[in-house]
C-alpha cells in the first residue's frame, strides 16, 4: 500500500487549479476533459480537485468547502526553502492570510492561508532532523 493522492471537493476545479498555479507556483499536470477532475504535480503524491458533483456520483456525501465558513478539519501542506516569500506570494494571489510565517520551537518556519475555496494551506520549511538532514 503506497499513499497516492487527495481528492478536495471544490465548486470550480479549473479555477482552482489556476488559483495553486498562481498562489502557490504549482503546475496542472491533468485536467479531465469534464472539467470535474483536475491534478497538481507536488511531487511523488498527487493533489487533486474533483467538483462537488462528483462526490455526488460517487455515492458520498460531503460538506462543501466554502471561504465564507469555518475551515474544514484538515489542511494541505507546502513545503518550500522560503515560507515568507510563499506566503507573501500566495497572499498577493488571493489567498487569505490565517497566521503568518513564524518560527517554531522545533526550528521549522511555519504559515497559514485559506486557498479560494477555504481550504487551509499550510506553507512551511522542511523540518530539519538531528542531523541536519531533510
Not at 493522492?5 to 499536470?29: D, H, M, R
Not at 490565517?98 to 522545533?106: A, H, L, M, R, S
Amino acid at each position: 500500500m503506497r499513499f497516492g493522492y487527495s481528492i478536495i471537493y471544490v465548486s470550480n476545479v479549473p479555477k482552482t487549479l489556476v488559483f495553486y498555479e498562481v498562489a502557490f507556483g504549482l503546475q496542472t499536470c491533468f485536467l479531465h476533459e469534464s472539467q470535474l477532475y483536475g491534478e497538481l504535480e507536488t511531487g511523488e503524491t498527487k493533489l487533486a480537485f474533483a467538483a462537488n458533483e462528483m462526490a455526488k456520483l460517487n455515492g458520498l456525501s460531503v460538506r462543501a468547502n466554502r471561504a465564507d465558513e469555518t475551515a474544514a478539519g484538515y489542511e494541505i501542506a507546502l513545503v518550500t526553502e522560503d515560507p515568507k516569500s510563499a506566503f507573501e506570494r500566495a497572499v498577493s494571489a488571493g489567498a487569505s492570510p490565517v497566521k503568518p510565517p513564524e518560527t517554531k520551537p522545533w526550528g521549522q518556519v511555519v504559515a497559514y492561508v485559506r486557498d479560494n475555496n477555504g481550504c487551509i494551506v499550510e506553507i512551511c520549511s522542511p523540518i530539519k532532523k538531528a542531523s541536519g538532514e531533510v
